[in-house]
């Protein structure tokens, strides 16, 4: 568990008295936690009088301690579904924050750059394909010299976000996959060895020779990890970067739900890296305390204004313009008392 906490104050239409702290504590996905923690961070020269606790936990954990209104406010990379929703004890929304990318890890001897195909990547997770000179892995990386070795499978322990944009995409090109295994933040896994939260899965393939395994885009690059190219619907291999993770979002854009619960895996376009997804902070509708509600409106509106130049050199990708003046919209539906917050803050 990581804990971030950054002090910060606020003044206007605050009822606090001068100088006091507030905490606002949240909790859930490993995934967005380097760009959370640089947001905190900065945020404490925008606000000095707020103090931000997250628990960096899993997606599983955040939905979890959100839904039982033990912290401010959730944090997931896979988006709550209809049931989770409805046993909420009220209205949670779901605001996109940054997008990132999943890639495949793995720990081979001079850390080789891979192709591998959605096919591939699934009969591997299904334990179809157990060793890395399989004829399937050699045909896409026909310049490598691949060893006779066993793959050892690393996929998450705990409720995971990042395993959620990973199952999904496994589904979207694996009907076995599908049909076996399925979607969640945690699934029934035919293979392999589990480890907790993004870096632990990264420490995992790291420590085992011949490990493979999926992590966000910045834990492989902070590890010294190879991350695979992987095929796309149009047929191109592509490496996550910035470019081709804002190039999946770029179909969604224009077809945005009003929830902002949508899958980006396997995309079209040429240039789409096919495993990547908008991360969310999970904010009640209406708020229960007055100070904390401003706060979290005030940091929210920050996040996907000002707070959107911090992604990039964290390998995230920025909100789309159109997504941000929904978002805008969004964030002044969020009340207390019934009225909502952004008009008084």
């Not at 504590?25 to 606000?47: L, Q, R």
């Not at 000179?133 to 996929?155: C, F, G, Q, T, Y």
Request: aromatic share 10%; glycine share 10%; charged share 20%.
């Amino acid at each position: 568990m990581m804990i971030v906490a950054v002090a910060v104050c606020f003044t206007l239409g605050d009822p606090r008295p001068i100088g006091a702290q507030m905490l606002v504590n949240g909790a859930g996905a490993t995934f967005p936690y380097p760009i959370y923690s640089k947001w905190f961070e900065e945020y404490i020269k925008v606000d000095p009088a707020v103090r931000f606790n997250y628990q960096s936990i899993g997606s599983g954990g955040g939905i979890r301690q959100i839904s039982e209104r033990t912290v401010d406010f959730g944090a997931s990379d896979g988006p709550m579904t209809d049931d989770q929703l409805k046993k909420a004890p009220g209205e949670i929304f779901h605001f996109p924050t940054v997008l990132g990318a999943v890639v495949p890890t793995y720990n081979l001897p001079g850390n080789p750059k891979l192709r591998f195909t959605g096919q591939v990547l699934a009969d591997i997770f299904l334990g179809k394909i157990i060793k890395w000179n399989d004829e399937r892995i050699k045909a896409l990386n026909p310049s490598e010299a691949l060893p006779d070795r066993p793959i050892v499978v690393v996929h998450r322990s705990d409720g995971s976000g990042t395993t959620f944009i990973w199952v999904d995409y496994l589904c979207k090109v694996s009907k076995e996959w599908e049909q076996k295994v399925g979607r969640g933040t945690s699934v029934n896994w035919p293979v392999g060895l589990g480890g907790k939260g993004n870096e632990g899965v990264a420490g995992q393939v790291k420590a085992a020779p011949g490990a493979l395994g999926y992590v966000e885009l910045a834990y492989a690059i902070t590890n010294k990890l190879p991350a695979g190219a992987v095929r796309n619907q149009a047929g191109k291999f592509v490496e996550a970067s910035i470019e081709s993770t804002t190039a999946a979002a770029a179909g969604a854009a224009s077809a945005m739900p009003a929830d902002f619960r949508v899958s980006l895996t396997n995309p079209a376009g040429d240039g789409a890296y096919p495993i990547a997804s908008f991360t969310w902070l999970l904010v009640y509708k209406e708020q229960r305390d007055e100070a904390k509600g401003k706060a979290l409106v005030r940091f929210l509106w920050w996040a996907v204004h000002d707070g959107q130049k911090y992604p990039s050199p964290l390998l995230y990708a920025p909100i789309p313009p159109a997504v941000v003046k929904q978002i805008e919209a969004r964030i002044g539906q969020i009340t207390f008392g019934g009225k909502p917050i952004l008009a008084a803050r």
